[in-house]
């Protein structure tokens, strides 16, 4: 993961239109025990209320055509935290995905349960499977770009991990391989008219002066 100091991350500027700015959520106390959240709607905690905050510290430079996020409070008081509560539109397709009956536990509960399991592959049993987020993600994928400028997305770890998988014509397993954590930003745009990944897993954070 990268770590950008000061609220604030540098690129090129000519390179910034057309991008697809994908933020995961604050962290919340189920992020911090690595409890899969799905659709339990739980707040930010005060570090995570903090780092959305300098999440928008390091966009306020930025234009954007659209800002969307997940009906879900924590990416939505993120979204809100950020400085970008008023332009706001709410997408359905950005909530997480549903875990079903494996909502609340640890990777580990559930190893015990199902070993061998990955929810890229296998889903989630009461809850969502692969190709019904790959059904949400594509269809995201083609409302953005049917936006000119810079768009925001404020979201959640799996699914976003998805949607970079999608947005680079790989399929939906691939998003295994893209680490999330909470408070972070991503950029997806494109290289000589081809989907690509710019920016993954940056993590923006306050520098921490001493007098």
């Not at 409890?35 to 930010?44: E, S």
């Not at 055509?65 to 990416?75: D, E, G, I």
């Not at 949400?136 to 970079?164: E, S, T, Y």
């Amino acid at each position: 993961m990268t770590t950008l100091g000061v609220c604030e991350w540098v690129e090129p500027a000519a390179a910034l239109r057309g991008d697809v700015f994908a933020i995961r959520h604050g962290e919340t106390d189920w992020s911090l025990a690595g409890r899969h959240t799905g659709l339990t709607d739980i707040p930010l905690t005060e570090n995570g209320r903090r780092n959305a905050r300098c999440l928008g510290e390091a966009l306020s430079k930025t234009e954007f055509t659209s800002v969307f996020s997940s009906p879900l409070q924590r990416a939505r008081v993120t979204c809100e935290l950020a400085g970008f509560g008023a332009r706001m539109e709410i997408d359905s397709d950005l909530v997480e995905w549903n875990y079903g009956e494996y909502e609340g536990l640890t990777p580990e509960e559930i190893e015990d349960r199902n070993p061998g399991w990955l929810i890229f592959a296998d889903g989630c049993p009461g809850g969502e499977d692969p190709d019904q987020v790959r059904a949400r993600v594509d269809r995201l994928i083609a409302r953005i770009r049917r936006i000119p400028g810079n768009v925001a997305l404020f979201a959640h770890g799996h699914l976003l991990r998805a949607l970079a998988a999608r947005w680079i014509g790989l399929s939906l397993s691939h998003g295994s391989h893209f680490l999330l954590h909470t408070s972070t930003l991503s950029i997806l745009g494109y290289h000589r008219g081809i989907p690509a990944l710019k920016r993954w897993n940056a993590r923006i954070v306050e520098e921490r002066r001493t007098s």
